[in-house]
């Protein structure tokens, strides 16, 4: 059975590239399920890496080139074709014109003028009656003895 203190030289080796962990304050079981748990941690990426692929080191191959074959005089000429035009912006969007609707009358010449030539309608505004205000509003307070002022409560 090891002592306290070659699990805790023990400990320090296995926990290098980990977080720092205070191992001089740890008890003697505390230091055996540390160790097993670094061994067991270890152990698993050991077995991880070899089924990784390394990454691929370098620069990458150039990018395929679509081309065509010409022959000219038993001569094949192998020529890059035309890369596609490139977007810069979105196309604009045509808008459909409706066209405006005309009645036809056919007891009078006068012509009747399309409705967006005609005036507006006349809107009618809703006045807000006075209403109490909310909780959330903020409430002003007026100090004063103005006998004109409309904040004075006379």
Do not use: W
């Amino acid at each position: 059975m090891p002592t306290k203190y070659e699990l805790q030289t023990e400990l320090r080796e296995l926990n290098r590239g980990f977080p720092r962990v205070p191992i001089s304050k740890m008890k003697y079981h505390e230091l055996e399920a540390m160790i097993d748990a670094i061994k067991k941690t270890k152990g698993e990426a050991h077995q991880i890496l070899p089924t990784k692929t390394p990454a691929h080191g370098g620069h990458y191959p150039p990018r395929p080139i679509p081309s065509e074959s010409v022959e000219d005089e038993d001569v094949v000429l192998h020529v890059p074709k035309k890369p596609a035009d490139r977007i810069v912006k979105p196309p604009p969007k045509v808008k459909a014109k409706a066209e405006p609707k005309v009645k036809e009358k056919a007891e009078s010449d006068d012509e009747e003028e399309p409705e967006s030539l005609k005036a507006p309608k006349k809107i009618v505004k809703v006045e807000k009656v006075a209403e109490e205000p909310r909780k959330s509003e903020k409430k002003t307070v007026h100090f004063c003895n103005c006998p004109d002022c409309k904040h004075s409560k006379h």
